[in-house]
């Protein structure tokens, strides 16, 4: 029983069944009343009493969205280590995505490398496999029935038809190459 899994940035991760995680946005949810007791802060004088009170304000803001990432997280890695033997996900440099202009925010906020962290020791506590794709390998690209690569496609695309004649949702057909590869990887 193995599973494959996408990161996708909107969705957390799509699987290789078609379904998607749609993890809560926690961070943007905060955004607004972040912003409000920052900009309450900054316009306090430093090293006063009310100042420091503030500080822990926005302090107290920033726990609360981590540790909601933080539960939500666990509950998803928790489940999927219950419910499969084998899961493959692709190794892909988040820290390079985490700083770019398009994509940072969204990043940071989804937090899919601790994610893949709490996957791999929640697995090995069970006796199970979690296996890393390389991130060079063309999973988006490749129809996952035929084989073939698709070298004219962009991050823009979200559907493609190959020349097989199949119809492949990005996010799907990649999760599904990786879980293939993923299992050949397994001795």
Known sequence: RALGLDYSSPHFYVDSQGVSADMPHFYREAESRLAREQRKLSLMKRGSANYQRQRKKVAQCHENVANCRKDWLHKQ?????????????????????????????????????????????????????????DKWFPSSKTCSICGAVNQNLTLKDREWLCTCGANHDRDINAAINIRNFGIGMVP
């Open 77 to 133: 890695s928790k489940r999927l280590a219950e419910q499969w033997d084998y899961i493959c996900v692709e190794d892909i440099n988040l820290q390079d995505m985490a700083g770019s202009r398009k994509f940072g925010k969204a990043t940071n906020d989804n937090g899919f490398g601790g994610f893949r962290l709490l996957l791999a020791y929640k697995m090995r506590d069970r006796g199970k496999i979690l296996v890393k794709i």
